[in-house]
């Protein structure tokens, strides 16, 4: 406890973060080896790690780097559709399915990442409203190439095709990818297990990132772009920098998403979930990681709770949103949070020195 007590701001916060992870995943580990929750919230399980992954990478790009990204569900389908024929590839390979799952999951990643490099360079150079219109061009672009895309497998290795699966030319073997039919037919390899690893990974690659050098050449430049070119920090550079680790997060988080069932579509990708990505981030709070980590699970869950109400659920839906951003966003409410904080942390430091006078003094 006195470690903990003697850490510094940013690391205390991590650690508090990475405490109620923890916490988390453990009490839902329990129940759900108890059976004393729901099958359908079962199955929320791992969408809820991948859209916790999904929340904290996009706050790298939208909270710490200060852009506006509309196309980050983009990065999640190339890392979903490529763990999927990854994973499919290695059955014959690797004979473990969470190593495959892993290798899978690194695959995404990397193709993801070189994705976000491509799209990176050009759209980096833009800053604002054209940043956003851009980042939504390209994520619609990833979903309709998606749509046109046929993957194959057979003794010969994997084939590919932007026509039909007729012109893969394989003799015998599967087909993985059936343009916008998606991907059917692969195994459910994805467990509870893995995501909270995921989410772990995440946690500790941006945290880190935040904290490090570049992380503050990266606020630096959100914070006043013009200053930080003045004292020689390669703006693009720095940017690019968080894009790519974003969308390199991402993929693997749509690796995690897409093996967690039979059957994905590109459709799935498409602008809505980027739109909803983006409110976990907004309404946890711009930069604050723990802030949508809360609001991703939290947003995740409560569809399906209200599902009791039949066709107004996505109306109480929006409502309980609005409510929400009007709360979080008062001036006043934000006051007494804040006051209610320092005074929780003023007793917890009282304490902390009355049991510290009374050890010196025995």
Known sequence: MDKIRNMNKESRSNFITYGMVIVAFVIMQALSSMHAISSSMTGLLVPITAYICMSISLNLVVGVSGELSLGHAGFMSVGAFTGVVAASALVGVVESTMLRLLLSIIIAGIAAALTGILIGIPVMRLRGDYLAIVTLAFGEIIKNLLNNLYVGLDDRGLHFSMTDTASLGMDGGKVLVNGPQGAVGFPMISTFMAGFLLVMFTLFVVQNLINSRSG???????????????????????????????????????????????????????????????????????????????????LTILPEKLRFIGDYRMLMYAVVLILVMLFSNNAQVRMHITALRDRLSRKVDNTHAAQDAKGGDA
């Open 216 to 298: 503050r050449a990266i606020m630096a430049v959100r914070d006043n772009r013009i200053a930080a070119e003045s004292v020689g920090i390669d703006t693009t550079k720095y940017r690019l920098m968080a894009f790519v680790v974003s969308a390199a997060l991402a993929g693997m988080a749509g690796a995690l998403y897409a093996q967690n069932y039979t059957a994905i579509v590109p459709k799935k990708f498409d602008f809505n979930t980027s739109i909803l990505i983006l409110v976990f981030v907004v309404l946890g709070g711009m930069g604050n990681i723990r802030g949508g980590i809360i609001s991703a699970a939290l």
